[in-house]
């Protein structure tokens, strides 16, 4: 199964549309900032469900900031990133993660691209995929009970 997930946004509608033409997947993530891009995203392609939580930039959202949920059995902390301040540093969103049980923390709101492993969670940070230079999106594969994170750039 490949789950897309994108982040920052910024009313780059088309290039999310296009990271979803590219990679084909069962199920979108988008990390916030600006929620009104992933609906719109979502009217593109309604046929693929969507979770969302939203960012520093979705004033008035009253959706939670962090949420856990379960794809094919792999635990996945969603958060934008602004409630753990990971712009200083990771490690307060990887603790919660930790606390959750998550097999795969997501953040985005750093616009920088990040995969890291430390043998028990996956770390990833899709980018920005409304950088107007270096538009970047991620991708989780969970095949046979393994799972894979990666950034690529649009």
Request: glycine fraction near 8%.
């Amino acid at each position: 199964m490949k789950v897309l997930v994108l982040s920052d946004s910024h009313g780059a509608v088309d290039n999310m549309a296009r990271s979803v033409e590219l990679t084909q997947p069962r199920h979108i993530l988008h990390l916030g900032d600006c929620l009104r891009d992933a609906r719109a995203l979502h009217d593109r392609f309604p046929e693929i469900p969507m979770d969302t939580v939203p960012g520093n930039c979705d004033w008035g959202s009253f959706d939670e900031p962090e949420r856990l949920l379960e794809l094919e059995g792999v635990r996945i902390l969603m958060l934008h990133g602004h409630t753990r301040n990971v712009k200083s540093s990771p490690l307060a969103a990887q603790y919660a993660a930790r606390e959750w049980g998550a097999d795969v923390l997501l953040f985005g709101h750093t616009h920088c691209p990040l995969v890291d492993w430390d043998g028990t969670l996956y770390t990833m940070n899709p980018g920005a995929a409304g950088d107007p230079r270096r538009p970047t999106y991620g991708v989780i594969t969970m095949e046979n009970g393994k799972v894979d994170c990666a950034t690529f750039l649009l």
